[in-house]
């Protein structure tokens, strides 16, 4: 089965190729630097790490992924590889059509072309456990990392567990929290799930309810870039009202579909808006797309206002705009979804979207027929966790995002999840790796590694930062080729630069380790 792919991919896929070229450039030069620096590299080591660099990089604008098949593979992404490596068929150009799931004038894919982690689990051995405890526990006792850190590292093609400090014993893990949220959620809704927002008017009726859905990516932004759009919305609501000849009305919105407390446990904080079924732009207050900001107070009646002045502009005047239920039986005006789930998931990653993950961790909820509240999210997280077989003992989820220290997690069920979402029979899941920032190149490993050449490229880690705690987890390609998940968590740090720095040279070295 191929999911069809939207139109909003199709007309973002320039904006992806500029991106994907100007990222060919930095990775050349990185690779160059490397290549003069780490001269114990191998030669199947830059191979599978440009594998895993460059196919990723290609599809580097995550905010506007492509479809996903029944692989889990993005679409884009098998057409590159088919027409780069003319294995099993041929580039038959341009003009040769399209099948659903590709790329619209891009080839049909190639039969064999090779999937996104093919080879990566290496054809050298795995580490040695005790050749890692060398590398790794010098590494660890580091003062940086404070009187408590634990550890994991997982073989992703047997699952095997190489290496282990305390990796049972949990501890806050902060933004790394995000890597279970992604994998509830697209475990309970699916990868192709889209989060609808709609405008809908009772029979006999001139009340307009504009119903949350639970998307934050909503965007009242002349470019929509992929993402649901509240000016279409409003076109498809104004044209809607046209043709019952209403042209006042008054203006509801419902934000039912959520329960519990909208304000996360830290209170008001630039990083992340109330959690509320209805918002737009994340509520910010700026034209900032990430990173803290001011938000609306109330996010669910700015987006209300904004939608009025929308609908204003289109001759539809509103005589007020209070909340309201929507009412059973009222009909659609209008509609607009979300980017598939895959999608929010690799921009929530990357970027370390609290907003999202919040908005993951309630669509979880609803899938689980779970209250979608801060409680009923962490319920659902953790039952669908269990349903995948993933070790739970001392795990707690206070919220999705990672922002709570109500949260609990461990080492051996992060690298867990790593190779859970590698392996064949999870498909679904695989928007949990390519969604990880790679080290030199992406999100919040952008600017990370710069003195860490040997890990660039080759770590791809989702990164955790609260006052005193320092967490990364991820995949990295070892020097035989062999693909590794790892999880280092520390608490009680007091320098989170040296913390960082220090997580990333043991992620570096693992990249290193030829450790047979």
């Known amino acids: 089965m191929v999911v069809p792919e939207p139109k909003g991919w199709r007309a973002a896929r320039p904006h992806v190729v500029r991106i994907a070229r100007a990222a060919r450039s930095r990775a050349e030069r990185v690779t160059r630097v490397v290549a003069a620096r780490s001269t114990g590299f191998t030669t199947l080591q830059f191979a599978a790490g440009a594998a895993t660099a460059g196919l990723l990089l290609a599809a580097g604008a995550v905010t506007v992924a ?48 090779p999937s996104v982690l093919a080879g990566l689990g290496g054809s050298g051995s795995a580490p040695g456990g005790r050749a890692l405890a060398g590398l790794l526990d010098p590494l660890l006792d580091d003062e940086a990392l404070g009187p408590r850190h634990t550890a994991a590292v997982v073989d992703v093609a047997t699952g095997k567990v190489l290496y282990g400090r305390g990796a049972d014993d949990a501890s806050t ?51 929509a870039e992929g993402y649901a759009s509240l000016r279409e919305l409003a076109d498809e609501t104004a044209a809607a009202l046209r043709k019952r000849h209403l042209d006042e ?8 579909l959520y329960e519990g407390p909208a304000l996360h446990s830290i209170g008001p904080n630039p990083n992340l808006a109330r ?22 107070a109330d996010p669910a009646e700015d987006a ?52 999202i993950a919040e908005a993951l961790a309630r669509q979880t909820a609803l899938a689980s027929g779970e ?76 600017d990370r590694y710069a003195d ?8 791809r880690a989702k990164t955790g930062t609260l006052t005193g705690v320092n967490t990364l987890a991820g995949t990295v390609v070892d020097a035989d080729g062999r693909l590794l998940a790892f999880a280092f968590l520390a608490t009680g740090t007091t320098d989170p630069t040296a913390a960082q720095q220090t997580l990333d040279r043991a992620a570096s070295a693992l990249a290193g380790c030829g450790c047979r």
Not at 78 to 83: G, L
Not at 251 to 256: G, K, N, P, Q
Not at 341 to 347: C, G, K, N
Not at 452 to 459: A, D, H, N, Q
């Open 371 to 446: 209250p979608a509240s801060f409680a009923g999210a962490g319920t659902a997280i953790r039952d669908e966790l269990r349903e995948l077989g993933l070790p739970l003992d001392g795990v707690r989820f206070a919220d999705g995002s990672g922002l709570s220290r109500d949260d609990r997690m461990t080492a051996d069920l992060l690298t867990a999840l790593l190779a859970e979402a590698a392996s064949p029979r999870r498909p679904g899941l695989r928007p949990v790796l390519t969604g990880l920032p790679i080290a030199g190149f992406t999100g919040t490993l952008r």
């Open 173 to 223: 893990p902060a933004s790394t929290t995000k890597i279970a949220t992604a994998a509830a959620a697209l475990s309970a809704a699916g990868a192709d799930h889209r989060i609808e927002t709609r405008t809908v008017l009772a029979p006999g009726s001139d009340e307009v309810v504009l119903v949350g859905g639970g998307d934050p990516t909503l965007t009242a932004r002349e470019d």
């Open 66 to 113: 492509g479809p996903w098949d029944s692989t889990g593979q993005r679409t884009a992404e098998r057409d590159r590889a088919a027409a780069r490596d003319r294995q099993g068929g041929t580039d038959h150009g341009p003009d040769s059509g399209w099948s659903p799931g590709t790329a619209q004038g891009a080839p049909k894919p190639a039969p064999s072309a």
């Open 249 to 256: 009305i008054t203006l509801a919105y419902d934000t039912s």
């Open 304 to 355: 209300a206002q904004r939608f009025e002045e929308l609908l204003e502009d289109r001759g539809i005047t509103a005589r007020s705009v209070d909340e309201a239920e929507a009412a059973k039986g009222a009909r659609i005006l209008g509609s607009v979804s979300s980017p598939p789930l895959s999608a929010l998931v690799e921009r929530m990653l990357t970027s370390s979207d609290n907003d």
């Open 452 to 459: 860490e050449t040997s890990g660039t490229g080759l770590v």
């Open 275 to 296: 959690v509320t079924p209805l918002m737009v732009d994340e509520a910010r207050l700026d034209d900032s797309t990430s990173g803290p900001a001011d938000r609306a």
